[in-house]
T-cell receptor, first 114, second 114 residues
């Protein structure tokens, strides 16, 4: 089975621009979460979507938004990019099992803002 | 904000030796999970330990959890060069509203020298 896929792999943008990152979950997984990982730090939670509805949001500004489509794929949008948005963006798809979610991470999209 | 703090930040050992990484966290947890990350790419799930468990094994991995001290440890026995990676602990939280998120520490960078 295919794992979580993310596109693009790498992206370079200029301050003030907008970016859209994409994620396709594992077949059968209805939940997608997004994390931001700045160099040298652990990932930080941005959003969780389940059945196309936002279930959770981390401490990120409104410039960050996301959505989930009927096929459970997801997009993360970031407006008015800042240098500090440079990071690895990880998508995780989840299966609810045994009272908790098992999260499977994609390879990530590395965003560089110049 | 980071929930867990791994210790040490970096660890260098010879192939065949054991590697021990520690994680401390601040609030009550449902589960604690350990992940591996190679070269800033996607996260690979290693093991999940529930809050009512004290020890868990998976192959060469042994995880302990002490909820009274809010700490966990990951032991990798008979290390291999391929174990070279960053290791993260993550606590999870599932709200009554169905929101689920992982909170990661900053990670331990393990180098296994052949």
């Amino acid at each position: 089975d295919a794992g979580v896929t993310q596109s693009p792999t790498h992206l370079i943008k200029t301050r003030g621009q907008h970016v859209t990152l994409r994620c396709s979950p594992i077949s059968g997984h209805k939940s997608v979460s997004w994390y931001q990982q700045v160099l040298g730090q652990g990932p930080q939670f941005i959003f969780q979507y389940y059945e196309k509805e936002e279930r959770g949001r981390g401490n990120f500004p409104d410039r960050f938004s996301a959505r989930q489509f009927p096929n459970y794929s997801s997009e993360l949008n970031v407006n008015a990019l800042l240098l500090g948005d440079s990071a690895l963006y990880l998508c995780a798809s989840s299966l609810f099992w045994g009272g908790t979610y098992e999260q499977y991470f994609g390879p990530g999209t590395r965003l560089t803002v110049t | 904000s980071q929930q867990g703090e791994e210790d040490p930040q970096a660890l260098s050992i010879q192939e065949g030796e054991n590697a021990t990484m520690n994680c401390s966290y601040k609030t009550s947890i449902n589960n604690l999970q350990w992940y591996r990350q190679n070269s800033g790419r996607g996260l690979v799930h290693l093991i999940l330990i529930r809050s009512n468990e004290r020890e868990k094994h998976s192959g060469r991995l042994r995880v302990t959890l002490d909820t009274s001290k809010k700490s966990s440890s990951l032991l990798i026995t008979a290390s291999r060069a391929a174990d070279t990676a960053s290791y993260f602990c993550a606590t999870d939280f599932l709200s009554g509203a169905g929101s689920y998120q992982l909170t990661f520490g900053k990670g331990t960078k393990l180098s296994v020298i052949p």
